[in-house]
Structures are given as structure tokens and as C-alpha cells.
């Protein structure tokens, strides 16, 4: 079955910095990987994703990159603000459910 | 924009009591789903749904829980006799059709009810 490893836990980045966050999947089938974006209080809300025709997908400060080859996907986001400090989970899909990265909890120091 | 929704946002209970957690999943969505998510923890699938039955469900998702589609609108989860364990963040979501190997829908997610087990 899938399994998704994301790095790093926290990340804290200076605003206006980028901030890049890493997973490698199992599944060497899987298809479709979304981004999760998690506020206080909230749930997951879907942010990008990418599906496996495609290197790459942006949507403005907000780009995802996939590597099938070596089975990674990361998160790339620019000119951070701090409205972007929340937990980023990265998922795969496994049948109709999708497995979860433990997520990372992203810091935009002022 | 459309969005699913969640009640209570929280429910504080004593152990071995039943709870009921509802959501409303977005209208012309046809498949339902609840994940947790144990303080600190990732998001853990429990049970997908659809069509007025189980499709899947965890190992987590054991005789102690049920779900039913009681109206055309409602979506819940019922825990029969809560543990302290089953304290977390409750979330349900909804896709508008069934995620296939070729073709994944995306699945929307409602707020949460946080539930604590005392």
C-alpha cells in the first residue's frame, strides 16, 4: 500500500523568503498528489495539486514540482507572507481514501 | 462557493457514552468520507461511503463505529461507547464522483469537530 514520508517537520523561513517541503511516496502507481494547507482550528483545505502527466504546476506564489523516477514531490512557495504560516500535508492517493504526510508546520518570522 | 460543514465544532463526553457527529457534505457530491486526526498527529482515513453503504473502512473504523446517510442531505459518524483514544479532530469529506487509478476527485473537507473523551 502507499506510504508518504514529508520533510521537514517545522520550517521556519524569514517573510519573504521561499519555503520548500519534501515527500516521497511508495506507490510507484500512484497517480495524483495533493497539497493540503491546515490553519488553527480548520480543516485540510486542498491547495494545489499535480498529477502525473506533468512536471509541474504553478498557481501564483505557489509551484509543485513531481519526479516520478525517484517517487518525490515538494511544495514550493515564494515571497512568503505571513498569512502562509499553517501545517502543510502533503497526501497520495491509496484506492478512493488518501494517505496523509505527518505535515509539516511552516513559521513565517516577520 | 460551496462548502462542506461540520456539527458541533466541539463535544466534550464521558467515556463509554454514545456520540453522533454530523456533516452536511456539499449537494451534488455523491461520496462521503470521515478521517481523525489525533492532536499532533496526520490525517488517518476511517470510512468512505457511498451510495448508502461502505465502501471502505480502516482498521481503525471497528464495530464500536457506524455510519448512515440518514436523510438527503446528512452524513454521520457514530462512536457507541467512546474511549479515551477516540479523542481527536473529527473531519468528514466529500467528492463529487469516485476516485479511480486514472482519474482522482478531489475531496473537499469540512472544519472538524474536535472531540474529547474524559
Avoid at chain 1, 94 to 110: A, Q, S, V
Avoid at chain 2, 15 to 40: A, D, K, T
Wanted: net charge negative.
Amino acid at each position: 500500500g502507499e506510504n508518504v514520508e514529508q520533510h521537514p517537520s517545522t520550517l521556519s523561513v524569514q517573510e519573504g523568503d521561499s519555503a520548500v517541503i519534501k515527500c516521497t511516496y511508495s506507490d510507484s502507481a500512484s497517480n495524483y498528489f495533493p497539497w493540503y494547507k491546515q490553519e488553527l482550528g480548520k480543516g485540510p483545505q486542498l491547495i494545489i495539486d499535480i498529477r502525473s502527466n506533468v512536471g509541474e504546476k504553478k498557481d501564483q506564489r505557489i509551484a509543485v514540482t513531481l519526479n516520478k523516477t525517484a517517487k518525490h514531490f515538494s511544495l514550493h512557495i515564494t515571497e512568503t507572507q505571513p498569512e502562509d504560516s499553517a501545517v502543510y500535508f502533503c497526501a497520495a492517493p491509496r484506492d478512493d481514501k488518501i494517505i496523509f504526510g505527518k505535515g509539516t508546520r511552516l513559521h513565517i518570522l516577520p | 462557493e460551496p462548502e462542506v460543514t461540520q456539527t458541533p465544532s466541539h463535544q466534550v463526553t464521558q467515556m463509554g457514552q454514545e456520540v453522533i457527529l454530523r456533516c452536511v457534505p456539499i449537494s451534488n457530491h455523491l461520496y462521503f468520507y470521515w478521517y481523525r486526526q489525533i492532536l499532533g498527529q496526520k490525517v488517518e482515513f476511517l470510512v468512505s461511503f457511498y451510495n448508502n453503504e461502505i465502501s471502505e473502512k480502516s482498521e481503525i473504523f471497528d464495530d464500536q463505529f457506524s455510519v448512515e446517510r440518514p436523510d438527503g442531505s446528512n452524513f454521520t459518524l457514530k462512536i457507541r461507547s467512546t474511549k479515551l483514544e477516540d479523542s481527536a479532530m473529527y473531519f468528514c469529506a466529500s467528492s463529487e464522483r469516485e476516485s479511480t487509478r486514472i482519474t482522482w476527485e478531489t475531496q473537499y473537507f469540512g472544519p472538524g469537530t474536535r472531540l474529547l473523551v474524559l
